[in-house]
């Protein structure tokens, strides 16, 4: 059984604003000092030592939540491009609430948040469906390297998402909200059957 802890990183200045991060890596999108707490925090209560690596997002937000992290345990890393946020294109760097003002029939109502259908208007952003693709690939990347695994995996909001949307397969993505800060969800995969053991779990 290979077992995947995902972290969402802390939070953000970006989070704190209600933007769009996507893949933005300016000083905007790195970890504000709420987010270094959360991380501390984490660190404080769950132990990682069990696991055998940290595998982490090339963004700096997830990198340094990763290190604040891995300070007691000192896992190897590993940085795999596969783990970086959805891509919003165009829309990357704006305010959530001023696009979903201007385009309402492509977000949810309850969730505030995008649906697969946002791709009408940010043409150039990154499709639901090409998220979970390359989060699919990872997990059985990791399972082929290691059935026997535990990684620690430190990424995006909706990176953690689309690998819960792997391993469910709901008709409606929409069902699932994205993750909190710093919160971890637990998935396994065995013989390519996956497991969902807990989701946004906070410490």
Do not use: C
């Amino acid at each position: 059984m290979t077992e995947f802890y995902f972290i969402r990183h802390g939070q953000t200045e970006a989070n704190a604003l209600g933007l769009k991060q996507g893949t933005i890596n300016s000083d905007i999108t790195f970890l504000n000092e709420n987010g270094k707490k959360q991380a501390k925090h984490l660190h404080d209560h769950f132990d990682l030592k069990f696991a055998d690596q940290l595998l982490i997002s090339p963004l700096h937000r997830t990198q340094e939540t990763a290190a604040l992290l891995n300070t007691t345990a000192k896992l190897p890393t590993e940085t795999d491009s596969r783990l970086l946020e959805i891509s919003y294109g165009k829309w990357d760097g704006l305010k959530n609430l001023d696009l979903q003002t201007k385009y309402p029939d492509v977000f949810d109502p309850v969730l505030h948040d995008v649906l697969p259908s946002y791709t009408k208007y940010a043409t150039d952003g990154e499709t639901f469906d090409h998220v979970v693709d390359r989060v699919t690939a990872f997990m059985t990347d990791y399972a082929n390297r290691s059935a026997n695994g535990k990684f620690i995996v430190v990424t995006h909001g909706f990176t953690v998402k689309a690998a819960a949307l792997a391993a469910l397969q709901p008709q409606d993505a929409m069902t699932l909200p994205e993750p909190e800060n710093t919160s971890v969800t637990k998935i396994s995969l065995i013989d390519g059957r996956y497991y969902l053991w807990f989701y946004n779990r906070l410490y």
